[in-house]
C-alpha cells in the first residue's frame, strides 16, 4: 500500500514492495531560520500538507499526489514556523499529464500562484537542472520540511533538515524493483531522511534543487532499510519549460 495524508492507494499489481507517501525529517536537526527561503508550506485549509519550494517569482513545484480533487490549496511563503510567512493563493494546478497516482511516476506538480512573490532575505527561488542529467551517487546532499521527526511522532511547525546521499541507480533499482524508474526518479539515504507530512520538499545538491520527495518505506521513518525516493527534476525539463514559456506568452499579449 502507498501511505498518502488523506486518503490509502493500492499500487499496481506488479509492485513487490510497499512504499509510504505524503512523507517529516527524521534524526535532523532544526534548519536556521530563513537559510532555506525556498522553502514553503503547501497548505489544504490553512493545515500544513506538504512541502514545496519556489523556483520562480510565481511557481512552486511540489509533489503531484499532493493535489487532492475539489480541495484548494494554498502556499506559506517566507516561513520558518509554517503558521507564520505571507499566504499565496494559487491560480493554476499544472499537474504532469503523464503522473500515475498508483505507481507515482511522473510525481510532480507546479503550483501557479496567483501574485508573484517579491525577493527578499526570507523569500527567494532555487535552481533547477537545465537539462537532463543523472545524479552522481554519494554525492551529499540535503532535504527539508515540516513533516513528523519521528515515525509516530508528531510534526515539526518548525523547519528541520537533514543530510542525505544519493545511491546508485542500480542499486536503488535493486531496492524497489519495478517500483523504481531509474530515468525519472532518485533516491538516497543517510542518518537522517524524510516522513510524513515532507512530500513535495526538495532534495538539494549543491544548492540545486535535483529531488521532489515523492515516497518511502512506509511505517518506519527511524530507521529505514530502503533508501528514499524523489523525482528526479532534470527529466521534466521540457514540461517546466513549456509550462514557464506558456504562461510568458500569455503575459505578452
Given at each position: 500500500?502507498?501511505?498518502?495524508?488523506?486518503?490509502?492507494?493500492?499500487?499496481?499489481?506488479?509492485?513487490?514492495?510497499?512504499?509510504?507517501?505524503?512523507?517529516?525529517?527524521?534524526?535532523?536537526?532544526?534548519?536556521?531560520?530563513?537559510?532555506?527561503?525556498?522553502?514553503?508550506?503547501?497548505?489544504?485549509?490553512?493545515?500544513?500538507?506538504?512541502?514545496?519550494?519556489?523556483?520562480?517569482?510565481?511557481?512552486?513545484?511540489?509533489?503531484?499526489?499532493?493535489?487532492?480533487?475539489?480541495?484548494?490549496?494554498?502556499?506559506?511563503?517566507?516561513?520558518?514556523?509554517?503558521?507564520?510567512?505571507?499566504?499565496?493563493?494559487?491560480?493554476?494546478?499544472?499537474?504532469?499529464?503523464?503522473?500515475?497516482?498508483?505507481?507515482?511516476?511522473?510525481?510532480?506538480?507546479?503550483?501557479?500562484?496567483?501574485?508573484?512573490?517579491?525577493?527578499?532575505?526570507?523569500?527567494?527561488?532555487?535552481?533547477?537542472?537545465?537539462?537532463?542529467?543523472?545524479?552522481?551517487?554519494?554525492?551529499?546532499?540535503?532535504?527539508?520540511?515540516?513533516?513528523?521527526?519521528t515515525t509516530n511522532g508528531a510534526a515539526s511547525a518548525k523547519l528541520m533538515e537533514a543530510d542525505v546521499t544519493i545511491f546508485d541507480k542500480k542499486a536503488c533499482k535493486k531496492y524497489w524493483g519495478e517500483t523504481y524508474s531509474t530515468s525519472r526518479m532518485v533516491c538516497a539515504g543517510g542518518h537522517g531522511g524524510f516522513c510524513q507530512g515532507d512530500s513535495g520538499g526538495p532534495l538539494v545538491c549543491d544548492k540545486v534543487a535535483v529531488g521532489v520527495v515523492s515516497f518511502n518505506e512506509p511505517n518506519n521513518c527511524d530507521s529505514p532499510t530502503f533508501p528514499n525516493v524523489y523525482t528526479k527534476i532534470s527529466k521534466f525539463v521540457p514540461w517546466i519549460q513549456c509550462i514557464f514559456g506558456g504562461v510568458k506568452q500569455k503575459l505578452d499579449k
Open positions: 500500500m502507498i501511505f498518502s495524508a488523506l486518503l490509502l492507494v493500492t499500487l499496481l499489481p506488479y509492485l513487490t514492495l510497499q512504499a509510504s507517501v505524503d512523507v517529516g525529517i527524521v534524526n535532523g536537526t532544526e534548519a536556521r531560520p530563513h537559510s532555506r527561503p525556498y522553502m514553503v508550506s503547501v497548505q489544504s485549509k490553512n493545515k500544513h500538507k506538504c512541502g514545496g519550494f519556489l523556483v520562480s517569482e510565481q511557481f512552486v513545484m511540489t509533489a503531484a499526489h499532493c493535489f487532492t480533487e475539489g480541495k484548494n490549496l494554498t502556499v506559506v511563503v517566507g516561513a520558518h514556523d509554517h503558521n507564520d510567512g505571507r499566504r499565496m493563493e494559487v491560480k493554476f494546478y499544472h499537474i504532469h499529464p503523464g503522473y500515475e497516482s498508483k505507481s507515482l511516476l511522473n510525481d510532480i506538480m507546479l503550483l501557479q500562484l496567483r501574485i508573484k512573490v517579491n525577493k527578499s532575505n526570507k523569500v527567494n527561488w532555487i535552481s533547477i537542472p537545465k537539462k537532463d542529467k543523472d545524479i552522481k551517487a554519494k554525492a551529499r546532499c540535503s532535504v527539508a520540511g515540516w513533516g513528523k521527526i
